[in-house]
DNA sequence: ACTATTTTTTAGATTTACCTAAAATATTTT
DNA sequence: AAAATATTTTAGGTAAATCTAAAAAATAGT
């Protein structure tokens, strides 16, 4: 089955919601695509029609097997995508979003197995985000997000809420990045700010949303 | 100025035909996409429009200076990711074009700077052809077909003169590829074939059709 | 339980890139 | 030069993906 470029895009739109939200609605789907929620029901019914997604009209819609199939595909593209820009040709990594947005589509597999094999099958993406194998399977590692993280326990960070160039610029200028040790030193109650120590960096803050948005591994 | 793929992919077509033939029609165009010369008229009003070509009705057309700009970036992109598709992926050079076709049209000039620097700014793709550098200028080295060679001089062999997998198939099958040096021991007058020596195997017969595709380079 | 609000769907248009069939124009042949 | 043939264009239509505006259904508020 060879899908478009729409049908992928809201697939992919329909995963990742799916995976963050639980419940997916017509209004969701069409934020994140910048679209209409008049649209967005066009597709469900496409998309129903081809079998990739569960859904009667007025009720809640989701992924059916073979469609979180396809998601997996495109993520995967997408990442590896991703991994090769920022690793190969030295994009930054705020930069290569939107360029991994046009080479996802490009649906060729043996294109993406070479392509893996040329990169020596990462498992995770630049902004540490897991890229599913040729199977669909991904390692999830546990995360914690900085907010929770205790105080004056090492951790590494492994990767980022979102994938805006805002926050990845932010990021650069405080340099932090993927694999970056810290410690939470304090938390402030005012507002949720956090006092955090880098090796080699004087002490520092950011604030509550940043911390929500960062995700560190650590040694129990 | 941004086009879709459909705008770029006729530009590309008529430069291409503009190149071979001289003059274009719209069936000629028409054959090259496997569509139907009516579309092709319609296409054309559009890119006329856009100030992409010039055109009359019932007339002959051309591509403007702009047209031209636009269809060298095309192949400069396409080219570009052939090259990578061969030289780091270890695609076979009969298996890249179809997915060239469709990278050709991710359009960033950041990516596709960075990709040339990567490729450490390759003046020919895999087939011999030249990659037009960032401002459109490409090196056409002189080129003559192995059916004008003149005996007993040694040439290397330095582009082909199509794509088709079929031909490519041929090649590997004989062990001629780019940079294969190569002599013309004897011409038949029969039908044209050529006996061939390649350095370390047996003379081998090719026949004219086979010859007047593959390009080569001699000291004069 | 019944409004009020929000969400979702339908109905009807629009744009892009195609198509077929027929008309208009060019070109070639006799 | 007229007839026959080629090519090109017009006219009108289709499919995909979008839109707006209005109707239908679900959810929430009192």
Same mark, same amino acid.
């Given at each position: 089955m060879d899908l478009s470029k729409a049908e992928e895009d809201y697939i992919k739109a329909i995963y990742r919601l799916q995976q963050d939200n639980g419940q997916v609605g017509t209004n969701a789907v069409a934020q994140e695509l910048?679209?209409?929620?008049?649209?967005? %029901?066009?597709? #469900?019914?496409?998309?129903?029609? &081809?079998?990739?997604?569960?859904?009667?009209?007025?009720?809640e819609f989701k992924l059916s097997q073979e469609g979180k199939k396809v998601a997996l595909g495109v993520v995967r593209r997408h990442r590896l995508w991703e991994y090769f820009l920022v690793e190969k040709l030295r994009l930054g990594w705020d930069e290569v979003h939107?360029?991994?947005?046009?080479?996802?589509?490009? %649906?060729?597999?043996r294109l993406i197995d070479k392509l893996d094999e040329y990169l020596g099958f990462p498992d995770t993406d630049p902004h540490g985000d897991p890229i599913p194998d040729a199977n669909g399977?991904?390692?999830? $590692?546990?995360?914690?997000?900085? =907010?929770?993280?205790?105080?004056?326990?090492?951790?590494?960070?492994?990767?980022?809420?979102? +994938?805006?160039?805002?926050l990845l610029e932010m990021l650069r200028h405080l340099?932090? &990045?993927?694999? %970056?040790?810290?410690?939470?030193k304090r938390r402030f109650d005012?507002?949720? $700010?956090?006092?955090?120590?880098?090796?080699?960096?004087? #002490?520092?803050?950011?604030? +509550?949303?940043? =911390? +929500?948005? #960062?995700?560190? %591994?650590?040694?129990h």
């Open positions: 910048k679209t209409k929620p008049a649209s967005v %029901t066009d597709m #469900l019914k496409k998309l129903k029609l &081809k079998r990739l997604l569960h859904y009667e009209p007025y009720q939107d360029i991994a947005e046009q080479l996802e589509h490009i %649906t060729s597999q399977k991904m390692k999830v $590692s546990p995360r914690v997000s900085l =907010a929770q993280l205790p105080l004056h326990m090492p951790a590494e960070v492994c990767s980022v809420g979102s +994938q805006s160039s805002e340099h932090i &990045k993927i694999g %970056t040790r810290l410690e939470v005012f507002d949720g $700010s956090l006092e955090i120590k880098i090796r080699n960096i004087p #002490l520092f803050v950011i604030s +509550q949303v940043m =911390a +929500q948005n #960062l995700f560190v %591994t650590h040694e």
